[in-house]
């Protein structure tokens, strides 16, 4: 049933700009009218808005007047894989809680998408304030066979992704080591990536994303380290941010589970917020001024020490802050 009003919502969206007749629909997909008219009333209850016409028959309106829903994230998708599944929610708790509970019988690839989390995660146990219609979040489900030692680096794979999802829509980002993503020096997206293994095996991965897309306004505590992208003057839509990513993370991904590092670590590099500046590294509370010098094909940061020394900081294992802002 879910496949076949797919196949309506389809025809729907390829053809917006006009109506199409119940009898057109009928013949594509060899259903009777009333099936066809079924299929309409139950895309109308999940918030489709499609006008119906004596005589000329069905048409859905422009895209600026509908949200977003896992048909269109889907709708002729040039991935493999990635965002072929999507379980798509208005308000959700947390996108990750979710995705832990369904990863065990979904595909690779599959995604979990909201408007707004009520628990939204951050790093180290951090809230992520994700109210409705001001960002995008989402966690990927991943399954591949690597070592767990390597499982971190997914984190910074997404982050060279998103960072050239943005910039395919004009959005020129930087990347902080390790998980944000960073617009005139503030955060507008954050990535948490957990695991869940056995002793030597990886069952799943999650990459939980979000991303500030509307105007917000932010709590004074954080108000000088966040932004976004409406706030930064960048009009994007979430569906073009979504199913951009989508491309672009399959595409890195695919080299990952190669063992190919090169184009990751060049963007990782190139759009780097810490490489070539003095950083402050935070362990515990106290606050080691360091160079950061390079990132290494674990992902690892190389940094040199004020004895002149080179540390490799693990993902991870210390937060990054910039001398006098937040980079």
């Known amino acids: 049933m879910t496949k076949t009003r797919e196949k309506v919502i389809n ?3 390829d053809n917006s700009d006009k109506y199409i007749s119940g009898e057109y629909m009928s013949d594509i997909l060899g259903l009777s009218r009333a099936s066809i008219w079924k299929h309409i009333k139950a895309l109308k209850g999940e918030g489709f808005d499609i006008e119906s016409k004596a005589g000329h028959g069905y048409r859905l309106h422009r895209k600026e007047k509908r949200g977003l829903s896992s048909y269109e994230i889907k709708h002729k998708l040039k991935t493999s894989y990635m965002g072929q599944e999507v379980y798509y929610f208005d308000s959700i708790d947390s996108t990750n809680i979710y995705a ?9 690839g599959s995604v979990v998408v909201s408007k707004e989390q009520t628990q939204g995660k951050g790093r180290s146990g951090k809230v992520w304030v994700s109210d409705n219609d001001q960002g995008i979040y989402f966690s990927t489900i991943l399954k591949p066979s690597i070592p767990i030692s390597r499982a971190s680096f997914l984190t910074q794979v997404a982050g060279a992704a998103l960072a050239t999802s943005l910039e395919r829509l004009g959005v020129a980002c930087q990347i902080k080591w390790p998980n944000d ?3 005139n020096g503030r955060k507008i997206a954050g990535i948490l990536t957990e695991m869940r293994a056995e002793i030597e095996s990886i069952s799943y991965i999650i990459v939980g994303i979000g991303v500030n897309i509307g105007p917000k306004t932010f709590e004074e505590s954080i ?3 966040a932004t976004s992208l409406a706030n930064e003057g960048y ?3 979430d569906l073009d941010l979504l199913r951009a990513f989508f491309i672009d993370f ?3 991904y695919e080299d990952f589970k190669n063992k190919d590092y090169t184009r990751i670590l060049g963007i990782l590099k190139d759009k780097s917020a810490v490489l070539g500046k003095e950083i402050y590294l935070i362990r515990d509370g106290q606050k080691d001024k360091v160079f950061a010098e390079n990132i290494d094909e674990y992902g690892n940061l190389i940094v040199r020490n004020e004895l002149g020394f080179l540390e490799e900081v693990f993902t991870g294992e210390i937060s990054v802050r910039g001398l006098d802002s937040y980079i």
Do not use: C, R, Y
């Open 11 to 13: 025809i729907l969206i």
């Open 100 to 108: 832990n509970t369904i990863a065990n019988q979904a595909s690779e």
């Open 181 to 183: 993503l960073v617009l």
């Open 223 to 225: 108000s000088t380290v």
């Open 235 to 237: 009009q994007i839509q």
């Open 250 to 252: 399959e595409d890195l």
